[in-house]
């Protein structure tokens, strides 16, 4: 079983910068899919993007060239560096996992507010 924790939301400006973490912990971690999901106020919850375990990553359209997701496997973290933050990016963003076995964990997410 895999529980994560995510950190680092908070109010920025649009235009702005936000690094969010995800601290993950439980077995199966270092063969895991582990992604960023977002859900905005009254919209259903959307995929921001996916780095699996051999590094690769992929994003969703509105994620491209602003997002970026690494991953430290000796952590056992996951960062969503976000740039060029607008108010539609404003929403609860979660971590996810998903272990070898099909087992998918969430976290509890973080509220991420872009506005002036």
């Known amino acids: 079983q895999v529980q994560l924790v995510e950190s680092g939301g908070g109010l920025v400006q649009p235009g702005g910068s936000l690094r969010l973490s995800c601290a993950a912990s439980g077995s199966g971690l270092s063969t895991a899919a582990m992604a960023w999901h977002r859900q905005a106020p009254g919209k259903q919850r959307e995929l921001v993007g996916i780095?699996?375990?051999?590094?690769?990553?992929t994003y969703a359209d509105p994620a491209k060239d602003r997002f970026t997701i690494s991953r430290d496997k000796t952590k056992n973290m996951i960062y969503l560096q976000m740039n060029s933050l607008k108010p539609e990016d404003t929403a609860v963003y979660y971590c996810?996992?998903?272990?070898?076995?099909?087992?998918?964990?969430w976290g509890q997410g973080t509220q991420v507010t872009v506005s002036s």
């Open positions: 780095i699996y375990d051999t590094g690769r990553t």
């Open positions: 996810y996992s998903r272990v070898a076995d099909g087992f998918v964990s």
